[in-house]
């Protein structure tokens, strides 16, 4: 069973800095892309982030210049900058996973880490 545990979040106040980290973790052949989310109280659950197998990024219009997302292995990371009270969300860790002996990838979710940007 694959599992996706995020961690890193907390309360920072605006301007400040936070690092998330997501390990994958389980039965994995291997792994494509890798993604960041999140979901305000009373919002859509947004895309945040996505890294690729090769390397490319894609990013949040709102977001671009002050977040970083990037991948160790079977970790990913999101680097948040300049962290804005809007930024305020629970933040998912998001994989497609081969997890089995086909080709076929299946999609994964973590539970999420409270983010808090408040003085």
């Known amino acids: 069973q694959v599992q996706l545990v995020e961690s890193g979040g907390g309360l920072v106040q605006p301007g400040g800095s936070l690092r998330l980290s997501c390990a994958v973790s389980?039965?994995?052949?291997?792994?494509?892309?890798m993604s960041w989310h999140r979901q305000a109280p009373g919002k859509q659950r947004e895309l945040v982030a996505t890294?690729?197998?090769?390397?490319s990024t894609n990013y949040l219009d709102s977001v671009k210049g002050r977040f970083t997302i990037s991948r160790d292995s079977n970790t990913v990371y999101l680097h948040m900058n300049s962290l804005k009270p809007e930024d305020t969300a629970v933040y998912y860790c998001n994989a497609n996973v081969r997890d089995g002996p086909s080709f076929r990838f299946n999609n994964y979710w973590g539970r999420g880490t409270q983010v808090t940007v408040s003085s």
């Open positions: 890294i690729v197998n090769g390397g």
């Open positions: 389980g039965f994995i052949f291997s792994i494509n892309d």
